[in-house]
């Protein structure tokens, strides 16, 4: 189930709230919190009902993995509690690993051998990136003696809390389960209710406002260049342009989504995105973009293979393998891990820049950082290498660079730069007004991320105001959309 869908918003979530507060009230914690975790599992079911046995059959085997490791470790058995560890994490490795990269390392293997690769027919649950490294963290809190006391029914609300099942924030054990388990969980809060709900509706604007917007602007471009088209540099570049507001405001808003959801059921998210594309270097945009995957990856990763300890050379070594295994994450195919090395390189070279002494004057970071990072998309979406030779070479202007005539006669100084044709084929609907109508609403989109704070630092005054500014173009995608279109990161 989508939070962007009818079914969704006017079914199952007043539902889940009503179900919630009156078992709260009737039963206590415990009841409302059976109650959320059925309805987590209605809410996956919705998708694919046979993967619910996979999540549940996933809970009950981490929990009591999670057990035998927490009762060694306080035992003294350490090296029972280390078995149990690694075991636990190469099980669902294991599990992530089957449905999630055998057809991929299978036609890999075949293509390097000049094979036809086979076919495995396994179909990827949902989530399962999302809800595996939830239960890794589990464990090895577990062994570390970090992670809050809890039986099955708390742990099992923690791993299947609809509002962060399908796509994050990747929470922590300590930081969500204390919190369910809190005696006036279920007790309704006026002012948790009405914030909840506005961070909902606004994240839902970003959704289906601007992300699709965005997205049907970005797939003209990266489709025309899949199907071997000659892209020109502005069909290019606004196609890489639109395509990073795409990502962004799609899983910017499905995090603010999962927040407003968690807040009106009194549970906390972290945040998760801190206006990244402000950021003046490409570290500082990893502490603000996916900032609990960025945790995650640091707290459980980079620093078990030695973080900066061992030198430089052991740094870049430990920060390109991090980002390849990020960009793996992301998906089972190679464009994720050209993207993932690509920040691995920034990353790194970042590292040695520092080290120099040497500064570029605030804009000027804030701009490199904001091109690499654009640039970095363009593999990351591109669906193909011929794809992603085909927008490189219209990026570069090896295609030429064209603009409309009419452009053209209004402004006869860019005849100098470019050749006047009737009107990009490659942009927007390839209509005469395609053009400007595209320019506006990248300024438009660039000028929200760039220049106004986000919805979390907004005051109660702003998150009105934007809230009726967007509320009519929300309600119009939602109920007369020709379709419903799926988040981003429900396909990583």
Not at 96 to 124: D, N
Not at 127 to 151: H, K
Not at 447 to 460: K, N, R, Y
């Amino acid at each position: 189930m989508l939070f962007n869908s009818e079914p969704f918003v006017l079914g199952f979530l007043p539902l889940a709230l009503g179900g919630f507060f009156l078992l709260g009230r009737i039963g206590g914690t415990r009841a409302a919190l059976a109650w959320i975790v059925l309805a987590s599992l209605v809410f996956y079911a919705w998708w694919n009902p046979p993967f619910v046995l996979l999540l549940a059959g996933s809970i009950l085997g981490n929990y009591a993995i999670g057990e035998r490791i927490r009762r060694a470790a306080a035992a003294g058995r350490d090296r029972a509690a280390r078995a149990w560890l690694t075991g636990g994490v190469a099980g669902n490795l294991g599990l992530l690993g089957w449905f999630k990269y055998a057809g991929f390392l299978a036609g890999s293997v075949a293509a390097l051998f000049g094979r036809h690769a086979p076919e495995l027919h396994i179909f990827l649950p949902l989530a399962i990136s999302f809800f595996t490294f939830q239960q890794i963290m589990f464990l090895a809190d577990s062994r570390s003696g970090t992670r809050p006391d809890c039986g099955l029914l708390g742990y099992a609300a923690f791993v299947a809390f609809f509002p962060h099942l399908i796509a994050g924030p990747i929470v922590r054990p300590g930081e969500i389960i204390p919190q369910l388990l809190a005696p006036g969980l279920a007790r309704p809060r006026a002012g948790n209710l009405c914030d909840g709900a506005t961070i909902f509706l606004l994240g839902l604007a970003k959704k289906l406002v601007l992300a699709d917007m965005f997205g049907a602007f970005a797939d003209v471009g990266f489709n025309a260049a899949a199907h071997g088209a000659a892209i020109t540099f502005f069909s290019a570049w606004y196609a890489a342009a639109a395509y990073a507001l795409q990502i962004y405001f799609d899983f910017s808003g499905y995090s603010d989504m999962a927040i407003g959801l968690a807040r009106m059921l009194n549970v906390r998210f972290p945040l998760n995105f801190a206006s990244p594309y402000r950021a003046r270097d490409i570290a500082a945009f990893w502490r603000r973009w996916h900032i609990t995957l960025g945790g995650f990856l640091r707290d459980y990763l980079y620093i078990p293979l030695g973080g900066s300890r061992r030198g430089e050379r052991a740094r870049a070594r430990n920060l390109m393998l991090t980002m390849l295994l990020c960009g793996l994450w992301h998906g089972a195919a190679w464009r994720f891990v050209l993207w993932g090395g690509l920040h691995g390189a920034f990353l790194v070279a970042h590292a040695a820049w520092r080290r120099t002494g040497l500064r570029l004057p605030g804009p000027a970071a804030q701009a490199l950082t904001l091109a690499v990072v654009v640039l970095a998309w363009v593999p990351f979406r591109a669906e193909g290498t011929a794809a992603l030779v085909a927008m490189l070479r219209g990026m570069a202007g090896l295609n030429g660079i064209a603009l409309p005539a009419m452009i053209v006669h209004w402004l006869p100084a860019l005849g100098a730069i470019a050749r006047p044709v009737p009107l990009l084929a490659h942009l927007g609907a390839a209509r005469t007004l395609s053009f400007p109508e595209v320019s506006a609403c990248l300024a438009l989109g660039w000028g929200i991320v760039l220049g106004l704070p986000h919805v979390h630092e907004l005051s109660e005054r702003g998150r009105s105001l934007a809230l009726t500014a967007s509320f009519a173009f929300t309600v119009q995608a939602l109920f007369f959309a020709p379709s419903v279109v799926p988040f981003l990161y429900f396909r990583f």
